[in-house]
């Protein structure tokens, strides 16, 4: 199975672009990258996700390397809003299909 | 819109007691799983469904049950209790993708607090 590397936590001044990192260096031909983000106490959110093309829509950008061994989220203007759990995921190519979530990256956005 | 709604959002219950989680979805979506979340962890899955009469076991499917007798509900039932099952349960739902269950964005609920004493 495809994992993931994160870290464990980030900080981002508000205002700023936030790049998270995710390295996935065992990743398969025909397996997608996602992101999803968790604020506390809520059930996780769907940011964006991508193959092997750059990725953008209206929460984040999507940078997947050409080898596709590493990947990085950007969001654009970071706000307070943003401080949350952010996962990297790659879909298992199963057939339980199931999405493997990891202990992600704690970004703080700070004022 | 509700989305995924689930119910209780809180509940402690005693060693050896029985209850339904209930989930609920209004996009007409196809898929739909349940997955709980330790403290401090990552989500696990426990079982998934691709259309109503059709489920499947996830990672962590001891001690649970579910059933799909809808496309819209899909309730996960602890026969049990014990307090290893104490977590956060999400509910959550999806298009089918070409690639099968996983493949397109899930959508979440708020999830139930579960308690075990």
């Known amino acids: 199975d495809a994992k993931t590397t994160q870290p464990p936590s980030m900080d981002c001044a508000e205002g700023r672009a936030a790049n998270l990192p995710c390295n996935h260096s065992t990743i398969s031909g025909n397996e997608y990258v996602y992101w999803y983000r968790q604020i506390h106490s809520q059930g996780p959110q769907y940011i964006i996700h991508g193959l092997k093309n750059n990725e953008t829509n209206e929460m984040a950008s999507l940078i997947i390397t050409e080898d596709r061994k590493s990947s990085t989220l950007i969001l654009p203007h970071a706000t307070l809003r943003d401080t949350a759990v952010y996962y990297c995921i790659v879909r298992v190519a199963r057939s339980q299909g199931n999405l493997i979530f990891g202990k992600g990256t704690k970004l703080s956005v700070k004022p | 819109n509700a989305g995924v709604t689930q119910t209780p959002k809180f509940r402690i219950l005693k060693i050896g007691q029985s209850m339904t989680l209930q989930c609920t979805q209004d996009?007409?979506?196809?898929?739909m799983y349940w997955y709980r979340q330790d403290p401090g962890m990552g989500l696990k899955l426990i079982y998934y469904?691709?259309?109503?009469?059709?489920?499947d076991k996830g990672e962590v499917p001891n001690g649970y049950n579910v059933s799909r007798s809808t496309t819209e509900d899909f309730p996960l039932r602890l026969e049990l209790a014990a307090p290893s099952q104490t977590s956060v349960y999400f509910c959550?739902?999806?298009?089918?993708?070409?690639?099968?269950?996983?493949?397109?964005?899930?959508?979440f609920g708020d999830g139930t607090r579960l308690s075990i004493l």
């Open positions: 996009m007409n979506h196809n898929y």
């Open positions: 469904s691709v259309g109503a009469g059709i489920t």
């Open positions: 959550a739902s999806s298009l089918p993708g070409t690639g099968g269950p996983g493949d397109q964005p899930q959508h």
